[in-house]
T-cell receptor
Framework: QLQLQESGPGLVKPSETLSLTCTVS??????????WGWIRQPPGKGHQWIGS?????????NPSLKSRVTISMDTSNYQFSLRLRAVTAADTAVYYC??????FGVGPIDSWGQGTLVSVSS | QSVLTQPPSASGTPGQRVTISCSGS????????VDWYQQLPGTAPRLLIY???QRPSGVPDRFSGSRSGTSASLAISGLRSEDEADYYC????????????FGGGTKLTVL
C-alpha cells in the first residue's frame, strides 16, 4: 500500500527557506500515471496547492507562490522535495505531500501524507 | 478567499440526504473536472469523488457528485454520524497558466 511521509524542520525563521522532503513507500515515483505534489493548509483555513512534479521533472506551480518555490524529485531514493524561500508568518501551515492521478494533467489527489506542521517564527 | 465557493456549514440528521455546493467560474468548474475530499479532524483529506462523479474503490455509494455549468455538488444520502467532517471541492483553473484550486470547505454536522 502506498505511503507518503513528510520530513523536515517544524520551525523556520522569517526570511529563511522552508525545506521539506516526502518519502514514498509502496509505490514508484517513476510512474507516468502520477504526479507528486505539495499542498498546505494554514491553521483553521482551507487548502492551497503549492505545486507538483512529474516523473520526467516537469513542474507545475501555484502562480501566487511560483517565485519562491522549487520542487524537485529524486526517483532513485523515492523522494521529492519542496523548498519555499523567504518565508513569513503567512507560510505557517500544515504541509502535505501527495500523489495525483494523471487525468488530463495534474488530476485528483488519491494519496496524502499525514501532514507536518511548519511554523514560521523567530 | 478561495477561488471555489462553498457554504461554510451544512447539517442533517441520520438517514437524511444532504447536498454541498461548490461554485466556480468558466476558468475552472465549467471546463474542468471537479473532485471532492473528506477531511476528518486531525487527519489528512481523503479522495471521495473524482472526475465529477466517480468514486474511488472503498467509497460507499451513498456519496455522489455532479457538475453543471459553473457549479458542482456533492450529495450524501443515508447520512451517518461518521460522515461528520469537512468537505472540500477542487478543480483545475485554466487562468494564469493553470493551477489547482480548492474550495474553502464545508463543515458537515450530523445532528
Amino acid at each position: 500500500q502506498l505511503q507518503l511521509q513528510e520530513s523536515g524542520p517544524g520551525l523556520v525563521k522569517p526570511s529563511e527557506t522552508l525545506s521539506l522532503t516526502c518519502t514514498v513507500s509502496g509505490g514508484s515515483t517513476s510512474s507516468d500515471r502520477h504526479y507528486w505534489g505539495w499542498i498546505r493548509q494554514p491553521p483553521g483555513k482551507g487548502h492551497q496547492w503549492i505545486g507538483s512534479i512529474y516523473y520526467n521533472g516537469n513542474t507545475y506551480h501555484n502562480p501566487s507562490l511560483k517565485s519562491r518555490v522549487t520542487i524537485s524529485m529524486d526517483t532513485s531514493n523515492y523522494q521529492f522535495s519542496l523548498r519555499l524561500r523567504a518565508v513569513t508568518a503567512a507560510d505557517t501551515a500544515v504541509y502535505y505531500c501527495a500523489r495525483h492521478r494523471r487525468i488530463f494533467g495534474v488530476g485528483p489527489i488519491d494519496s496524502w501524507g499525514q501532514g507536518t506542521l511548519v511554523s514560521v517564527s523567530s | 478567499q478561495s477561488v471555489l465557493t462553498q457554504p461554510p456549514s451544512a447539517s442533517g440528521t441520520p438517514g437524511q440526504r444532504v447536498t454541498i455546493s461548490c461554485s466556480g467560474s468558466s476558468s475552472n468548474i465549467e471546463n474542468n473536472y471537479v473532485d471532492w475530499y473528506q477531511q476528518l479532524p486531525g487527519t489528512a483529506p481523503r479522495l471521495l469523488i473524482y472526475s465529477d462523479d466517480q468514486r474511488p474503490s472503498g467509497v460507499p455509494d451513498r456519496f455522489s457528485g455532479s457538475r453543471s455549468g459553473t457549479s458542482a455538488s456533492l450529495a450524501i444520502s443515508g447520512l451517518r454520524s461518521e460522515d461528520e467532517a469537512d468537505y472540500y471541492c477542487a478543480a483545475w483553473d485554466d487562468s494564469l497558466g493553470g493551477y489547482l484550486v480548492f474550495g474553502g470547505g464545508t463543515k458537515l454536522t450530523v445532528l
